[in-house]
């Protein structure tokens, strides 16, 4: 039997199977951990990369738990596998999240992950937080087998993912502040229908910021978490539009122009608060040295043979399935990092922004030369930089602890004359009246 899901790169409904019983797409030869939370069980075969997984995906719990008010208590297990290095079904995403009716009619939610970029992207994050609300949804009432089911929205996935990466990282206000500029005010209706998974990467990083403007707007409300928890509870009946989020909040009394301008007023309030200090030249050379651990073979059809790294493995990326989507989310990441790096690594990282978002819509593009050319750029400031540290670890090594004996005693310089004038007896007399 199968139900209908929603692929996140392509945003079209395909079908996923229901199985008896979801043991039997579990990866029985890879090592098993179970999370310190107990509702997600972690395969792959490394064990490092196990624990990474546990600790993420507990850390998404213990954020969506504070958001709708729950209790804590586990419902449903999530099975998260590590399918890298196996065969990716031909049409998949590098990562997907479905429901599966497990032994005993048990429904358990699994995602499975197929590329190593996911771990280093905030895909995996979206994936989490997808299951965390698919468990929630169906909690009460699981869906029949063969029949569809409704995804979370957008908007609350990419919402909850950028405001944990602001807990991270901070996020300035450059990014408001250009929403604010736009000649066209972003409207809540365009917004709710709006797809993130086929934007480039400037318009996915000004969504994930209109995002987490709306779930601040929701939690600000009467309603509060419970509001959310409604709205979450609806979506086993009805799809995530306008009408049912309307419908969670009565405070909003079904005006949805009122939500509009509560939304609008959100972001402005976070466009006016104060920025977050912007990276050093050693903060940004890291977060830098993070989007660029990457890897991809140069010959698909010969995946273990010579791989490239770092931004010449960004063309192999791009051509791989699904790679336009990794390119997207890489480009949003380089833009993030572009509002708040140190000044003298902003134009490398700005076009490593660029390179990224021209693959994203041109996968075959031969960017080779310009990637070659920027990293003989960054290559040379990060010389520079490593001569200036060392040059002022010298500077502090080198300094006196104590002062010179030459200056420890100093004499006092000797006292003026006091005048007896008349003129300057008139003025002392004016200064001690307090004139």
Request: glycine content about 6%; charged content about 25%.
């Amino acid at each position: 039997m199968a139900g209908h899901w929603k692929n996140p790169l392509t945003g079209l409904c395909v079908l996923a199977l229901f199985l008896a019983s979801s043991e039997a797409r579990e990866n029985t030869l890879a090592g098993k951990t179970t999370s310190a939370s107990g509702q997600f069980v972690i395969y792959s075969k490394d064990a490092t990369r196990r624990t990474n997984l546990a600790q993420r995906a507990d850390e998404a719990r213990s954020q969506w738990v504070q958001k709708i008010g729950s209790d804590g208590t586990l419902n449903h297990p999530i099975i998260i596998q590590d399918l890298i290095g196996g065969t990716k079904p031909r049409g998949n995403a590098n990562a997907l999240t479905g429901i599966f009716e497990g032994d005993g009619g048990e429904m358990k939610i699994q995602t499975d992950i197929y590329d190593a970029s996911v771990f280093r992207s905030l895909a995996l994050d979206v994936e989490i937080y997808r299951a965390l609300s698919l468990d929630w949804i169906y909690r009460k009432h699981p869906p029949k087998t063969g029949k569809p089911f409704h995804s979370p929205p957008a908007w609350l996935l990419e919402g909850l993912v950028e405001e944990k990466r602001i807990s991270e990282n901070g996020t300035p206000d450059g990014i408001y502040a250009t929403l604010l500029k736009s000649d066209h005010p972003p409207k809540l209706e365009d917004f709710l229908k709006a797809k993130p998974e086929l934007m480039e990467a400037t318009s996915l990083t000004l969504y994930r910021t209109q995002a987490l403007a709306l779930l601040k707007t929701l939690q600000q409300l009467p309603e509060g978490p419970k509001g959310l928890s409604a709205f979450l509870d609806s979506l086993a009946e009805n799809d995530a539009d306008l009408k049912t989020l309307l419908a969670a909040y009565p405070s909003l009394e079904n005006n949805p122009s009122r939500l509009g301008k509560l939304w609008t007023l959100s972001i402005a309030r976070n466009s006016a608060s104060k920025g977050v200090e912007p990276y050093s030249i050693g903060e940004t050379v890291r977060a830098l040295k993070e989007l660029l651990d990457v890897s991809a073979p140069v010959d698909p059809k010969k995946p273990g043979l010579v791989k490239a790294t770092g931004a010449a493995a960004f063309p192999a990326m791009a051509k791989s399935e699904g790679g336009p989507y990794l390119m997207r989310q890489k480009s949003a990441e380089f833009m993030s990092l572009e509002f708040r790096a140190h000044p003298l690594l902003k134009p490398v990282i700005a076009e490593y922004r660029q390179i990224t978002s021209t693959l994203a819509s041109k996968p075959k593009k031969n960017v080779d030369k310009q990637i070659g050319e920027t990293g003989k750029i960054l290559d040379l400031l990060l010389q520079r930089t490593s001569k200036v540290d060392d040059y002022l670890n010298w500077f502090e090594a080198t300094q006196l602890d104590t002062l010179s004996e030459n200056f420890i005693e100093v004499t006092t310089p000797p006292q003026a004359t006091k005048r007896t004038d008349p003129i300057s007896a008139h003025l002392d007399a004016i200064e001690n009246r307090g004139w």
